[in-house]
Structures are given as C-alpha cells and as structure tokens.
C-alpha cells in the first residue's frame, strides 16, 4: 500500500474510487491548529481529466505497476503515430490526439519512453529536452536588448515558439518538451 508521504510527480496509482490517476503536482499543508493534508493535482490515466482535491496524511492507496519500454518515434500517418520497440523491434501505433502537444516536437527517429500499465501502452514520453532547428523567424535587430526581449520562431516540426533575439534561422536550441519553451542554443 501507498501513503501520501511517498508521492512523488509522475507516481501512477488507483485512487478510492478504483481509477488509475497520475500525480501532476501535489503540496503538504497544514495550518496552525488544523490537521494536515496534502493537496493534490491528479490526471485520470483514462480519460486525461485533470482533477484536484486533497488527502489526509493516513490514507492509503493501491501503488500500479508501471512497466516503462525504450522507443524510437517512426512516423506518423492520418491520425495515428507509428513508434518502434527498440528491444523487440515491434512497431506500436499511438492515436495522435493521445499524444497532445508532445507531436509538435516529434522528430523522425527520436528516441521515447513507452509507459505500459499491465502489458497495455498508456502514454508515451518524450525526453524532457529536445534539440530542435530553427526553420524560420525574423532578423534580430541589433540595439533591440533593453530588455529581455524574445520573437517567435518557427521549429522544423512546425512549432511555434518565442526565443531570444540572437537566433537565428539555421540555429539549433533545445527545447523543453513539458512547457514547449526555450531553454538554450546549442551547437549544431
């Protein structure tokens, strides 16, 4: 049995009424003379609901096992993406609309996670920090960094993001896959 002092982001486990809810974020409180609880932000494995509520600290729950399995993204055809298992070489196909944002950053032959909960493909996750090329953005223009000035750029998956005004087309930045912002220019 799981107990709130063990929860930790990402944690997958059955909640009272017999669902499979992932921990987004969650926060222990207590204040002066009241009893302590832990606030929770939880994302319902089947429906992707994202839902809030809080636990006392003497609750349990049942733990799911969580099977994660290597990946390499393929290719996406219509509205289904193709991922390959690298152990066994098995190509599983994933519905697009399950994947969410994490398809603006898709690139071919990307390597990937794919979280199983008893032997069924649930999700698939991406590497936190994706190196990306700058397919477009305009010049930056020089004495225009007063302040900590960003433009939009366009990535050669077809996202869109804001980045300082040094890059330019051609550079290559790494990319946070959780919150699609930049996170630095690397080397090409």
Same mark, same amino acid.
């Given at each position: 049995?799981? @107990?709130?002092?063990?929860?930790?982001? %990402?944690?997958?486990?059955?909640?009272?009424?017999?669902?499979?809810?992932?921990?987004?974020?969650?926060?222990?409180?207590?204040? @002066?003379? !009241?009893?302590?609880?832990?606030?929770?932000? &939880?994302?319902?494995?089947?429906?992707?609901?994202?839902?809030? #509520?809080?636990?006392?600290?003497? $609750?349990?729950?049942?733990?799911?096992?969580?099977?994660?399995?290597?990946?390499?993204?393929?290719?996406?055809?219509?509205?289904? !993406? #193709?991922?390959?298992?690298?152990? #066994?070489?098995?190509?599983?196909?994933?519905?697009?609309?399950?994947?969410?944002? &994490?398809?603006?950053?898709?690139? $071919?032959?990307?390597?990937?996670?794919?979280?199983?909960?008893?032997?069924?493909?649930?999700?698939?996750?991406? /590497?936190?920090?994706?190196? &990306?090329?700058?397919? @477009? +953005?305009? /010049? %930056?223009?020089?004495?225009?960094?007063?302040?900590?000035?960003?433009?939009?750029?366009?990535?050669?998956?077809?996202?869109?993001?804001?980045? /300082? &005004?040094?890059?330019?087309?051609? *550079?290559?930045?790494?990319? *946070? +896959?959780? +919150? %699609?912002?930049?996170?630095?220019?690397?080397?090409?």
């Amino acid at each position: 049995m799981l @107990s709130t002092t063990e929860f930790r982001e %990402g944690l997958i486990f059955e909640d009272e009424n017999g669902q499979l809810v992932e921990i987004i974020e969650f926060q222990h409180h207590r204040k @002066s003379q !009241a009893r302590a609880v832990v606030r929770v932000k &939880l994302r319902n494995i089947n429906t992707g609901a994202v839902i809030e #509520t809080a636990y006392r600290p003497e $609750d349990k729950f049942k733990e799911v096992e969580v099977e994660k399995r290597p990946f390499q993204y393929l290719y996406t055809n219509g509205d289904m !993406a #193709t991922f390959m298992n690298t152990e #066994t070489y098995d190509q599983v196909e994933v519905e697009v609309k399950k994947l969410g944002d &994490l398809t603006k950053y898709l690139k $071919d032959n990307m390597d990937a996670i794919g979280i199983y909960i008893n032997d069924k493909l649930f999700n698939v996750e991406l /590497p936190i920090k994706v190196p &990306l090329k700058i397919a @477009s +953005t305009v /010049p %930056g223009v020089k004495g225009d960094t007063v302040a900590n000035t960003t433009k939009e750029a366009t990535l050669e998956t077809g996202a869109v993001i804001k980045v /300082p &005004l040094f890059i330019n087309e051609g *550079d290559t930045v790494l990319v *946070d +896959t959780r +919150t %699609g912002n930049y996170v630095e220019r690397v080397a090409a």
